[in-house]
T-cell receptor, first 114, second 111 residues
Framework: AQSVTQLDSQVPVFEEAPVELRCNYSSSVSVYLFWYVQYPNQGLQLLLKYLSGSTLVESINGFEAEFNKSQTSFHLRKPSVHISDTAEYFCAVIYTGGGNKLTFGTGTQLKVEL | DAGVTQSPTHLIKTRGQQVTLRCSPKSGHDTVSWYQQALGQGPQFIFQYYEEEERQRGNFPDRFSGHQFPNYSSELNVNALLLGDSALYLC??????????FGQGTRLTVV
């Protein structure tokens, strides 16, 4: 079955420290990969996506993620977090050939503390 | 551009009742997908509509049905509500395989 695993349900981190949120997906021939962010009582906002080409993708607010095909991973990183980064982060996958539905992980709550 | 809009934002229903949720896609988008997000969980795909037809469906019972109108807006209907149907229902629109812009969601509480 196609699945996405986010091993860490919560990640506490101090402001200005680096952070990595982990995401693994079940193996498939071809995938599109996404990270979404959800603030309290809001919908999902696209943070970044990998479709093809360079395996390292970046967002406008300093996050980056690297597609690793051999490890079927798409971990999200930020070198220095800010209080405003506190939110729920969801990794999602589109398995090509299976339509374009998003399969989501269970989410990681990032809590940035002073 | 108003983005994806959903209505209502919140509602409370009683077990056994029926509910209709509405979604207006982002301008220029012709595909609408619906997701259910239970508390503390990731969104789960319900179904997708394109050209007024259900194109793909997730593992949800027939109590969940939908419709897409000629202007691409969409409705999600849930019959015979159960307590377990309480969730945030998210609508996403797109114009291609890799596009998905989400609305703010409708919080459904079944009592």
């Amino acid at each position: 079955a196609q699945s996405v695993t986010q091993l860490d349900s919560q990640v506490p981190v101090f402001e200005e420290a680096p952070v990595e949120l982990r995401c693994n997906y079940s193996s498939s021939v071809s995938v599109y990969l996404f990270w979404y962010v959800q603030y309290p009582n809001q919908g999902l906002q696209l943070l970044l996506k990998y479709l093809s080409g360079s395996t390292l993708v970046e967002s406008i607010n300093g996050f980056e993620a690297e597609f690793n095909k051999s490890q079927t991973s798409f971990h999200l990183r930020k070198p220095s977090v800010h209080i405003s980064d506190t939110a729920e982060y969801f990794c999602a996958v589109i398995y090509t050939g299976g339509g374009n539905k998003l399969t989501f992980g269970t989410g990681t709550q990032l809590k940035v503390e002073l | 551009d108003a983005g994806v809009t959903q209505s209502p934002t919140h509602l409370i229903k009683t077990r056994g009742q029926q509910v209709t949720l509405r979604c207006s896609p982002k301008s220029g988008h012709d595909t609408v997908s619906w997701y259910q997000q239970a508390l503390g969980q990731g969104p789960q795909f319900i179904f997708q509509y394109y050209e007024e037809e259900e194109r793909q469906r997730g593992n949800f019972p027939d109590r969940f049905s939908g419709h897409q109108f000629p202007n691409y807006s969409s409705e999600l209907n849930v019959n015979a509500l159960l307590l377990g149907d309480s969730a945030l229902y998210l609508c996403a629109s797109g114009a291609g395989v890799t596009e998905a812009f989400f609305g703010q969601g409708t919080r459904l509480t079944v009592v």
